[in-house]
T-cell receptor
Framework: EAQVTQNPRYLITVTGKKLTVTCSQNMNHEYMSWYRQDPGLGLRQIYYSMNVEVTDKGDVPEGYKVSRKEKRNFPLILESPSPNQTSLYFC???????????????FGPGTRLTVL | AQKVTQAQTEISVVEKEDVTLDCVYETRDTTYYLFWYKQPPSGELVFLIRRNSFDEQNEISGRYSWNFQKSTSSFNFTITASQVVDSAVYFCALSDSSGNTPLVFGKGTRLSVIA
């Protein structure tokens, strides 16, 4: 089954304790992205990656890191989480048609993170 | 800058009523793409439709239909004969044509369908 998976689905942590949220897709998509969803703000992009070893900042990258060592995986790293990073996080992936047109982004199930 | 406005924060309808969710967008690009996603109470984001700026034909898929009007920069979504299972938050999103640039989302409309 074609899908985007995220782990963990729920996480409660404390300020300053490093954490990683994993994202994996089995559709051989070039493009992967992380979004956060907050009440009243909708979804905002954190980071994205056009392919292996190619990443770039989205609209709200502060406090986050990403890496893309393999095509299928795109982990989101919070080196020192803070309470304002409490949010619902979504990973997404899609084909990259070489800049011709954006393909549909398919989203993972979400990770609900609480930072105390 | 690109922007998507969903002016309706919450809508409640009684089952079997028709309901239209509004989406107004802003972009300087002549080529762009519009999307609708559904987020049911379980939280996942479900893709509904993708439409490019050159295709102004209305689209119908079962009880769902979409009305794209470039003249008013709108891409409205109508659910006919609504059902309780349609209760969800619906997001409209916009992307320009330069490859897989970020989706710009509206803030969503929460639809409650009451039995």
């Amino acid at each position: 089954e074609a899908q985007v998976t995220q782990n963990p689905r729920y996480l409660i942590t404390v300020t300053g304790k490093k954490l990683t949220v994993t994202c994996s897709q089995n559709m051989n998509h070039e493009y992967m992205s992380w979004y956060r969803q907050d009440p009243g703000l909708g979804l905002r992009q954190i980071y994205y990656s056009m392919n292996v070893e190619v990443t770039d900042k989205g609209d709200v990258p502060e406090g986050y890191k990403v890496s893309r060592k393999e095509k299928r995986n795109f982990p989101l790293i919070l080196e020192s989480p803070s309470p304002n990073q409490t949010s619902l996080y979504f990973c997404a992936s899609s084909f990259d048609w070489g800049g011709l047109a954006p393909d549909t982004q398919y989203f993972g199930p979400g990770t609900r993170l609480t930072v105390l | 800058a690109q922007k998507v406005t969903q002016a309706q924060t919450e809508i409640s309808v009684v089952e079997k009523e028709d309901v239209t969710l509004d989406c107004v967008y802003e972009t300087r690009d002549t080529t762009y793409y519009l999307f609708w996603y559904k987020q049911p109470p379980s939280g996942e984001l479900v893709f509904l439709i993708r439409r490019n700026s050159f295709d102004e034909q209305n689209e119908i898929s079962g009880r769902y239909s979409w009305n794209f009007q470039k003249s008013t920069s709108s891409f409205n979504f109508t659910i006919t004969a609504s059902q309780v299972v349609d209760s969800a938050v619906y997001f409209c999103a916009l992307s320009d044509s330069s490859g897989n640039t970020p989706l710009v989302f509206g803030k969503g409309t929460r639809l409650s369908v009451i039995a």
